[in-house]
């Protein structure tokens, strides 16, 4: 649980041996940290300055370097205070970065409660792993943060738009429950509508809309607030700040990225989010009967045997 780690580079006298910088301990231990969790910071500490070493340990996931004092590095008289500058000003960019390692921790806990056939699983890994790495140069540029958050925001959507959970038909559109809820319904020339957008969120509430050409398109927010009510089951799509993630997506993140508007905050929101709406023990069907319900193919047919139009027989065969 350490959030950074000063790691000596040779840390036995048999490597100051001219060896390859992949076989030098702190190396070795540095892809083991990384390994663990790629968000704890390491700071590599050495009296080397030779510029394979530094690219070696750079792309091993070194966050930072410090230089030693030595000989050969002492011939500026400067070399002592620079260091100690240069110290501060990394302990500094490393501690603002620690919050990372506590996203990689609640990213690996929402992946465990996929099943391992999840259709869509790896699609949502490559979504958090670039997130990572997004959130790892944030410090550099605060467009990260933005960068950042539309990644996650697009693990939201493959996950809303995923068979598990909503299918979209050209006649309806499905939530995918312990029970089907059609929320979308084309009905001659007009569309029901189970929930209805009002006061800036989604709630449980019938509409009838005439068709004008073309109907409104299916869009993220209508799909996740749909899993929200009728798979999740809240009253409205507010729960857990979706209103305002999906305000900030638009305001903020894909619409601001030349000023970077997105914060560390805001990311923690975002995750708080996922993790409640990726989670399968979430799953509460309250308002099933509150939304539009599809007939099945024999209560149909029972309905039609009823008005005298045909008989309708049973085959044992399939």
Do not use: C, M
Not at 11 to 32: D, S
Not at 63 to 73: A, H, R, V
Not at 257 to 285: A, C, Q, T, V
């Amino acid at each position: 649980n350490f959030d950074v780690i000063v790691l000596d580079f040779r840390l036995h006298k048999q490597y100051f041996e001219i060896l390859p910088t992949q076989a030098v301990t702190g190396y070795l231990i540095l892809k083991q940290i990384k390994k663990l969790n790629k968000g704890i910071q390491v700071i590599v500490f050495s009296a080397t300055n030779k510029i394979w070493n530094f690219k070696a340990l750079r792309n091993a996931g070194a966050d930072g370097f410090i230089i030693k004092e030595s000989p050969e590095n002492s011939l500026d008289d400067s070399f002592t205070n620079k260091s100690i500058d240069s110290l501060i000003k990394q302990f500094e960019l490393s501690f603002s970065l620690s919050f990372v390692k506590d996203v990689v921790i609640e990213f690996d806990k929402i992946i465990e409660n996929f099943p391992n056939n999840y259709e869509n699983l790896h699609i949502i890994k490559s979504y958090f792993d670039i997130a990572i790495n997004l959130l790892l140069q944030s410090s550099d540029d605060n467009r990260f943060f933005n960068f950042a958050y539309l990644q996650l925001f697009q693990a939201i959507e493959i996950f809303a738009n995923s068979n598990e959970n909503f299918l979209d038909s050209e006649d309806a559109a499905v939530v995918i429950n312990s029970d089907e809820v059609i929320v979308q319904k084309k009905s001659g020339e007009y569309v029901e509508w189970p929930i209805k957008f009002k006061d800036g969120k989604y709630q449980i509430e019938h509409d009838k809309v005439k068709i004008k050409g073309r109907v409104k398109r299916l869009d993220s927010n209508f799909k996740v607030s749909s899993i929200l009510i009728f798979k999740l089951g809240n009253l409205n799509s507010s729960v857990h700040n979706w209103t305002s993630i999906y305000s900030k997506r638009n305001e903020k993140a894909a619409h601001n990225l030349l000023n970077g508007n997105i914060d560390e905050n805001d990311i923690k929101e975002i995750i708080r989010f996922i993790k409640y709406f990726f989670d399968p023990s979430e799953i509460k069907p309250l308002n099933l009967s509150k939304g539009l319900t599809k007939k099945t193919f024999e209560e149909s047919l029972d309905n039609l045997e009823k008005k005298g139009n045909f008989i309708f027989k049973k085959s044992s065969k399939k």
